[in-house]
């Protein structure tokens, strides 16, 4: 076998542009983004001397080659009725968007910003012909898994109350509905804090009955559809949460918003490493986590691996920083990719329970911040740029949300949402501050790498 994957690999001629695709230079603006956004990120570029995507351009060859070679591989072996004839060449511009995205992952974020396939993927996911609808396994509340006719994948999460429906103030986080609109804001805010550590989320607005219903082979699924009384159609599933008669998913009468996240590549193609956050809240009623008790926390966790080497704690604090921005509580776990061992970037996918309240926010998201007084230069220059009024977090997050085709219907934040993140912004840099007046490591400088050509092939 080996030797066959060999002679594969030789006589699949990689473009020469391949490993270079994804370089580009700061000055080249993407045309199709509105002005603020782009005149936020050229400025963020223009302040750090170079483009962060320049710093990051760590490909790894080998995680692209097999997946490559196993989705060839595999396209080979099935010609399953429904699916499109394939008439890619070894030309990455006749790939589909799905396989592009995972061809362009590399060990330091999702995707590059400025790559052009991530409009295209949008496009793709909210716009391609639905071929099947699975229940997905894994998680506590209902998603189904989407498949498209070139073989694209994407992870649904329906719509389950309106946008502006603010979590039950005597509810868990751990009880909390999961929202769309969660999914697909988190998406946005990942990208504008520079992480790209979000597989792409876009909103649509299917067809319960044509996109669901006729096209599903999951029993768990079909048999639980029915009309309400008020003549929509409704399904629920079958999951531990959520998944019954009194919590139905329904149409209006027959469509129904909901996310679509892209895949990522599969995880016998690229097996991932599932890792149980130090601040992992106790998902009790009753007991506190270690965190919760002990203020001087974070001086064990440093002397732990992986978070004793490397970038992993200050990657950790930007996910603080993300979930606190979007008040999510439920980061139980995070995900790595095997493949980059530990010098890599953190997965923030299921992002479902944020965006819950905006009139309240949860200064322990904030813990690993406070407790270990650590941001990356890169993550605190840009969080300081979001507060500038030229560049308001708010006002960014409002244009790029817009872009989202479910905007049409509604914002997919509230206004209400959007000023909590300026206020929590705020809270954020004060923290970083009441920090600095105590320590003088506070700032852990990832910059200094730039000028290195770090393009790195394994
Ligand atoms: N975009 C994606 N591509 C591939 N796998 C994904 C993607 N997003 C999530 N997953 C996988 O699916 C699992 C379940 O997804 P998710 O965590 O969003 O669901 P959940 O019901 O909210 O789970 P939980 O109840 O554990 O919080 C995750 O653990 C993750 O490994
Ligand atoms: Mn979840």
Redesign the pocket.
């Known amino acids: 076998m080996d030797g066959d994957v060999l002679q594969s690999v030789s006589s699949l001629s990689i473009p020469c542009n391949f490993m270079n695709s994804y370089t580009d230079d700061c000055g080249a603006q993407r045309k199709d983004v509105n002005r603020l956004l782009s005149d936020f990120h050229s400025l963020f570029c223009s302040i750090l001397g170079k483009c962060l995507n320049q710093y990051w351009i760590a490909v790894n060859f080998g995680i692209k080659l097999s997946i490559l070679l196993n989705i060839l591989l595999f396209i080979y072996a099935s010609k399953e009725e429904g699916y499109d004839d394939m008439d890619w060449t070894s030309d990455v511009e006749t790939y589909p968007p799905w396989l592009r995205f995972h061809l362009g992952i590399s060990r330091w974020e999702l995707y590059n910003r400025k790559d052009p396939n991530l409009a295209q993927l949008t496009h793709y996911l909210a716009t391609q012909r639905i071929l099947g609808a699975v229940q997905?396994t894994?998680?506590?509340?209902l998603?189904l898994l989407i498949s498209f006719p070139n073989h694209g994948q994407a992870?649904l999460k329906p719509m389950k109350q309106s946008r502006d429906t603010e979590t039950d103030v005597n509810l868990f986080y751990f009880s909390d509905f999961?929202r769309h609109n969660a999914e697909i804001s988190a998406f946005h805010l990942d990208r504008l804090l520079g992480f790209n550590r979000i597989?792409p989320v876009v909103g649509r607005l299917m067809n319960v009955t044509a996109d669901i219903r006729e096209k599903t082979t999951d029993h768990k699924v079909s048999r639980t559809f029915f009309t309400s009384p008020a003549g929509n159609v409704c399904f629920y599933g079958q999951c531990e949460y959520y998944c019954s008669t009194e919590h139905p998913v329904c149409g209006r009468p027959h469509l129904l918003e909901v996310s679509l996240?892209?895949?990522?590549p599969d995880l016998s193609l690229a097996p991932r490493r599932s890792w149980r956050s130090p601040w992992r809240r106790s998902y009790s009623r009753t007991k506190l986590a270690q965190w919760e008790k002990n203020p001087n926390y974070c001086d064990s966790v440093k002397q732990t691996p992986p978070y004793s080497q490397g970038t992993r704690l200050v990657d950790l604090i930007d996910m603080a920083v993300l979930d606190f921005l979007m008040s999510n509580m439920?980061r139980h776990h995070y995900?790595t990719f095997e493949k980059f061992g530990n010098e890599t970037f953190l997965l923030h996918?299921?992002n479902?329970r944020a965006f819950g309240r905006h009139s309240q926010d949860e200064p322990s998201i904030l813990a690993p911040l406070q407790q270990c007084c650590r941001i990356r230069r890169s993550t605190l220059l840009r969080l300081r740029l979001l507060a500038l009024p030229d560049f308001r977090l708010s006002d960014v997050m409002r244009e790029s949300l817009a872009q989202d085709p479910l905007a049409d219907a509604a914002p997919l934040l509230s206004e209400a949402h959007l000023s909590a993140l300026d206020r929590r912004l705020a809270a954020v840099l004060q923290v970083v501050h009441t920090c600095q007046e105590k320590h003088t490591d506070v700032i852990h400088d990832d910059l200094d790498r730039y000028d290195q050509d770090t393009v790195e092939v394994i």
């Not at 894994?138 to 509340?141: I, P």
């Open positions: 997905k894994g998680g506590t509340q998603k992870l999961e597989p996240a892209a895949i990522l439920d995900e996918l299921d479902g």
